[in-house]
């Protein structure tokens, strides 16, 4: 009987040691279980943050449509999340670039931007994966999913100036940044926001962005929408300082909130 009570607690014991988050890597400030932070100034003319988000203590979830047209602080379905960001590009009625899907539900932009499934995208069921070969329509057993373009990390590769000047204005030119990867686990989602366009702070190319990400430690890695829209709320606050000439949250389309399980 002795034997059995100790066999039994021992099981609880490895049990409940499983479900706890292992605390971040050094340089990473904990916000909560599964969610890390990071700010720092790479080079001197920088701002730049990141989330490192641990899928198993974490959940991903992304706006409904019909939140579509407000800022990412406006929107309820962020109330009471652990942080969010801004996400697709979007058209000028903020109907969202590439396949996209919440809570299982494909959004309707989907039936008038076929083309736009070439875009990488984040797409998550019981585990996320990061796919640069997009399906024109979402899978079935995609809870949510949000593209992006280009790509900034492929198997661990990461885009170069050479690669960006083919695309000068999106791409090799410093803009505010908003961008996700994958670690090689699949386990993490590494964020990376840049602020510009303040003065001597000017935002980061896309070659800049993907070689943070790799540094961070994403294999897979892909930008969404920057500018003006790059937006990190954490518990609700707005933590990535506004460029100079937009100081008030941009009107988006989708945003991508990450929230206690």
């Not at 076929?114 to 996320?128: E, I, R, Y």
């Not at 796919?131 to 198997?155: H, I, K, N, Q």
């Not at 000047?165 to 803009?175: D, E, I, K, P, V």
């Not at 994403?218 to 003006?228: E, K, R």
């Amino acid at each position: 009987m002795l034997r059995l009570f100790l066999t039994g607690c021992l099981l609880a014991l490895v049990t409940a040691c499983a479900t706890v988050a292992p605390p971040p890597p050094a340089g990473w400030q904990a916000l909560a279980p599964g969610l890390a932070h990071r700010a720092w100034s790479p080079w001197p003319d920088s701002d730049v943050q990141a989330l490192r988000v641990d899928l198993q203590h974490v959940r991903v979830t992304q706006s409904p449509p019909a939140e579509a047209g407000q800022s990412v602080d406006q929107m309820a379905s962020g109330r009471g999340a652990l942080a969010s960001i801004n996400a697709s590009f979007f058209d000028r009625e903020f109907r969202p670039r590439g396949v996209t899907v919440t809570e299982g539900q494909p959004w309707p932009a989907l039936l008038k931007a076929p083309a736009s499934a070439k875009d990488p995208l984040l797409a998550c069921d019981t585990q996320c994966v990061i796919r640069f070969d997009a399906p024109p329509t979402p899978e079935p057993a995609w809870r949510m999913a949000v593209s992006g373009t280009p790509w900034l990390v492929r198997d661990g590769h990461a885009r170069t100036a050479e690669d960006d000047a083919s695309c000068a204005n999106l791409c090799a030119y410093t803009h505010p940044r908003t961008a996700i990867g994958l670690d090689a686990s699949g386990r993490h989602l590494i964020v990376l926001l840049a602020a510009g366009r303040r003065g001597d702070v000017k935002g980061l190319t896309l070659a800049q962005t993907a070689q943070l990400l790799r540094e961070l430690g994403a294999v897979q890695a892909f930008n969404l929408d920057g500018g003006g829209s790059s937006t990190l709320l954490i518990q609700g606050e707005s933590r990535l300082p506004r460029p100079f000439n937009e100081p008030a949250l941009r009107r988006v389309a989708n945003a991508v909130h990450f929230v206690a399980p």
